[in-house]
């Protein structure tokens, strides 16, 4: 398994500001993913974050909106940007480990808009 | 594309009494398979997987699942709920020729009372 911090675990934040989440990984991966769940319902991937290269976003989801940033192994940023009321949804992280095919998953980042 | 459908947003049992949580998938090729749960405030916990191999695939927690390929589901159960096991849970399929994405449904409920 692997252990994955997330900061910061919420945030209450106004509308038209931006917010970097930091998910932070206790050993080295490939593949990292950002996903979104809103309230009340289940997740959704934003995009996936391969160390070295420019990640890849779903249908939905452009960068220009959510920054990301994959400049080692062991972490990333998923920036949202220009919020509104929204975006208010918990974000998470996940990786990868090894060979098994699993996502382990961060508590999460709970952010509201005003 | 692939999907996953939980047909019940909330499932009810006493403890003691045997549990089941329902789930069925759509892939274009062969599928992986995985349940997690939610506890509020936190992140997804991974419970099991199916890749390939027996039908019955056993997990944490004493939870289990059977993989039923003609009728494309993947039920989620457990001999005896606890009261502890009330918890929001997820299903998810990956095709396996469809890369690392992860499809989730949109939760099942669950609620075990005394």
């Known amino acids: 398994s692997a252990v994955i911090s997330q900061k910061p675990s919420r945030d209450i934040c106004q509308r038209g500001t931006s917010l970097t989440i930091q998910c932070q990984v206790d050993s080295q991966v490939t593949m990292m993913f950002w996903y979104r769940q809103q309230p009340g319902q289940s997740l959704t991937l934003i995009a996936t974050a391969n160390q070295g290269s420019e990640a890849t976003y779903e249908s939905g989801f452009v960068i220009d909106k959510f920054p990301i940033s994959r400049p080692n192994l062991t972490f990333s940023t998923l920036t949202v940007s220009n919020m509104s009321p929204e975006d208010s949804s918990i974000y998470l992280c996940s990786v990868e480990v090894g060979s098994k095919n699993i996502q382990y998953f961060g508590a999460g980042t709970r952010l509201s808009v005003l | 594309a692939q999907s996953v459908a939980q047909p019940e947003d909330q499932v009810n049992v006493a403890e003691g009494n045997p549990l089941t949580v329902k789930c069925t998938y759509s892939v274009s090729g062969n599928p992986y398979l995985f349940w997690y749960v939610q506890y509020p405030n936190r992140g997804l916990q991974f419970l099991l997987k199916?890749?390939?191999?027996?039908?019955l695939v056993k997990g944490s927690y004493g939870f289990e699942a059977e993989f039923n390929k003609s009728q494309t589901s993947f039920h989620l159960k457990k001999p005896s709920a606890l009261v502890s096991d009330s918890a929001l849970y997820f299903c998810a399929v990956r095709d396996t020729g469809g890369g690392n994405k992860l499809t989730f449904g949109t939760g099942t409920q669950l609620k075990v009372e005394l």
């Open positions: 199916y890749i390939t191999g027996d039908n």
